[in-house]
């Protein structure tokens, strides 16, 4: 930059030259330097994916060598887990149910509890109710590993124990306070007047909520019914702690089962890790334009 | 949990119908009812279906009921503990990990299972009685707060077909200590000269994850005339030179033979798989590993099923057996369980030699029994067509054992889960210590914690 | 809430001001019945789901012994200087390459754009299969890394996961591996919503690569970036997956952070108070963070 500002002092037609080609070489720098970062992110990205690739191709013996391609790629690893052709996967598909419906079911909540709440407090305009608001950002910034013990013993009390209610409980705690956020900041951008001029007409409040509220905020239900799904399926701790029977753990749990025995087909746990990450992925690139709207401040926690 | 659903009630009030005619000899009392049993997870899946064999069994002879969950180890231990803290306990688990049989009854939160040993007391070795006999610090005496039915040693693991590519021959394994595991480092260096470049002689789990290497630790402290380290009344014995000196050698020779390049680099940070892994991908060429779920593991495919050789321990380095110190998988009722007089009955019939033979055979015998004549009176057990399992059931049950230390005090379960033992190793193997040095660190940590465990002695 | 209720209560109910004022000052008759009951599920959420997990945790790790214990156990100081460090490279590094990326992102061109496509990849793929990969692959006899080095460049490399520094940088790297593409997606968001306006006038009084990013770009996402390094170290505090999978608190228990070592205490130590304990000693600076962060939240004008 220096270069251009000082060589503008000299003759014209000398200086236009080498102004070019100065530009042209920053240009032809910053490609290099693209292509060159690039390649870089992309090894970085890549790697750690590759690597489940491979060894869910590799045959079972071949997983520990002194190789960087699969000496006979295969697919069966992955045909053994969806025919759950090895006893560690013989609760395969139940275990993946289990996963869509706490997901599922998480999803839901948090948007109804979610949208309730922010319907309340920011469009009826509920006295103090900046309280609940803060009280649940509060939950927002409690690292959800830290009340992981606690939480597994009171689940106790409540007779949740092995149960897929007391994992989506687990992430309807820490995912709606998230939601009540979003929909708080999203829901200024919707004039008030629209709910004002309903109730003038006769509206109740659910009739508002149900007609008014919540098409308009369609894209912010998307953005954050997205990031509860991805949540619920991606959380590990607390399914791990919270489920512990093999009908009804989830896959991550079940995946952890493959570390701690003594004989740990590592080919089938990557082929598994591979065919649970595929929806998470899916939905995400599906949604990922509409999510930028909502985005994101609470990402994901744990 | 505890409660009865009426499901249960109507299946135990069946199950009682069904089962009036039949003899009942083992039955205390013949009202029917539910019991909440969380079971260990097998290594292997015949032995999930060797206790749902003999669940049914036992629900059709006795008309009760067992309401059981299989689980695998590591949620097993939290759920345990959670239970215990919470005082929402099933009726019966088993002591997963171990340790927990001694540290719970030294809390006071299992029950004296004295009574159920009683039955069968005669057929258990000694060992296993030991294995169960713990301190009870709030009552200030000892008592049998587990009623053991297996048991479990470390054998010896090796690959005969790499041992024969370094050019040598399993027959020529010294018969001693040291010179025993020596051999493996010339092994290692025959496949070097032969090319294998990441092959390693010694699968030493000289890590701070998980049960191998306490085990590890406590075999080569005991070959090396160590066993005295906590005595039976549970006192501690760092004071006296003959320990120290074998807790030294215990620290000394694996994690030298980790600084020479015998054991694989990576194991200083390896799980408890890990090192079954190494051993399946050949990339190790022994394992000294607990029980033979390494060789059940691969019972399916003949070719390596038949490649790996079971070994027990070999001489100390004076020439005298060694001892195998042995764990024994019990039983426990905790405080606060609803269906004490279920559990126990339950556990009357589990012990019954017949019974108990049959659900280790099912379970491919990855588990030996805990009683002498089970072995003697069923051939299976040393059938000589499988080498491995007569060798398990040589060294693990006919010849000699010890229990585990904690069993004397809870205080060195407080050591093995710490690690103490392992991080002593790290620091001779990167933190550049000498053995004594990681070993005078260690005897002051494990003095420490054993200050927080008094036995009262009588 | 009661004493929302008692203000209404005490208020004629008669409508003496128009809808109009009840929307926003207060409500009444059912509309503060709907009002209440909309809130209520969170409200049981928040107190069965927080306070009393809240509350038994604080009560857990309340005696003080607990915490001599702690402190005297030669593994907790050393968790202390990994959490620490955990934070400092963990946040920082990720929120300053995040910073960086979403510049390079800006960059028009097909290429550009597929590129962030795969880049946000590790963020969708769920943690555990992906740190138990990092974990095999950072093995240092079979991993996949060592493997490649040796084959494309003849190099030996380290074991990766042996060596205290080695394995904690190790897991910090891994920690950015999976959460870089979500704080530089946010970043991107945060640049794309700056005003033209402001970028256009910049360019033409000649402000332009880094110093229009140090002059004009930055000043405008400072506020934004500090929310996220707020954010950022609650988050990575209660991290527990990338310690736990990658190094698993090893070599010798020399790289645990406070998130794992609470569970260990709990479970592989069968003592569940000394793991609420050792998380509890995370507060001092925790509460701190948080109160910081919730002012800002609710005075900046932050975009999210």
Known sequence: MSATTVSAAHAVPYSARRKGRAARRRRWLIRVATLLLSVVILVWTIMPIYNMVMVALEAEGDVFGEHIWPPKPSPRSFWIVVSQGYWYLEYFWHQFGNSVFIAVMTTLLVLSIGSLTSFSVARMRLKNGWLITNAALLTYVIPASFLAIPFYLIMNHYGLHDNPWSVIAALVTFATPYAIFIFQEYGRSIPLELDESARIDGASPVQVYFRIYLPLMAPALVAVGTYALLLAWNEYLYQFLLLSNKRSMTVPVALAQFTNSDQAPWNYMMATAIIYALPPVATYYAFRRRMSSGLTMGGVKG | MGSLSRRSVIRASLGLAASGSLARPHIARAAATTATVWWIQGFVQEEDIAFRKTVTEYQKISGNTLDFSIIPFAPMRQKIVSAVTSGLVPDLFQNTPGEIIALYAWDNKLLDLSDVIETQRKEYTETALLSAYCYNSIEKRRGYYGVPYTTGVLPNHIWRSLVEKAGCKIEDIPKTWDAYYDFFKDVQKGLRARGERKVYGLGFQVTTNGVDPMNLFNYFLIANGGQNIVSKDGRLHLDDPAVREAAIKALTYPAMAYKEGYVPPGAINWNDADDNNAFHAKQIVMDLDGTISTEVAVIHNEDEYKDIVTMGLPLGNDGKPVPSQAGNACGLIPKGAKNVEVAKDFLRYFIQPAVSNEYLKTGLGRNIPAMPSIAKNDPWWLDPADQHRVAYVTQGLLGPTIPNFWVFNPAYAQVQNEHVWSVAWTDVMTGGMTPQAAAEKAFKRVEEIFARYPVAQS | ?304
């Open chain 3, 1 to 304: 809430m009661a004493s929302a209720s008692v203000t209404l209560i005490g208020r004629p109910a008669a409508g003496r001001q128009s809808l109009w004022r009840y929307w926003q000052g207060g409500l009444h008759g059912s509309e503060f019945v709907w009002a209440v009951a909309f809130i209520v599920p969170y409200i049981g959420v928040f107190l069965a789901f927080v306070i009393y997990p809240v509350l038994y945790g604080a009560w857990m790790g309340s005696s003080p012994h607990l915490y001599s214990e702690l402190f005297s156990d030669p593994i907790y100081q050393q968790t202390l200087v990994n959490t620490l460090l955990f934070l400092a490279f963990g946040v920082n590094l990720k929120l300053f390459l995040a910073l960086l990326l979403s510049g390079f992102f800006m960059q028009p061109g097909w290429w550009i754009k597929t590129l962030l496509v795969i880049f946000v990849l590790p963020w969708a793929i769920p943690a555990l299969p992906s740190f138990i990969s990092i974990h095999w692959m950072l093995n240092g006899e079979w991993g996949l890394l060592n493997n490649t080095l040796y084959i494309l460049f003849g190099i030996e490399g380290p074991s990766w996961l042996n060596q205290r520094w080695f394995a904690l940088g190790s897991a910090i790297a891994s920690h950015i591996w999976k959460w870089l593409p979500f704080w530089t997606v946010i970043l991107l968001a945060g640049r794309m919503s700056l005003p033209q306006e402001v970028m256009d006038a910049a360019k033409v009084d000649g402000a332009t690569g880094l110093r229009s990013f140090a002059y004009v770009t930055f000043p405008m996402l400072a506020n934004l970036y500090l929310v996220l390094t707020l954010l950022a170290t609650i988050f990575l505090l209660g991290d527990f997956n990338s310690v736990f999978f990658v190094s698993g608190g090893g070599p010798a228990n020399s790289t645990h952070v406070l998130a794992t070592l609470g569970i260990r205490d709990a479970y592989d130590m069968g003592h569940p108070e000394l793991g609420v304990a050792a998380v509890m000693s995370a507060l001092p600076l925790m509460i701190p963070l948080v109160i910081i962060l919730m002012r800002k939240l609710r005075t900046a004008e932050v975009q999210l």
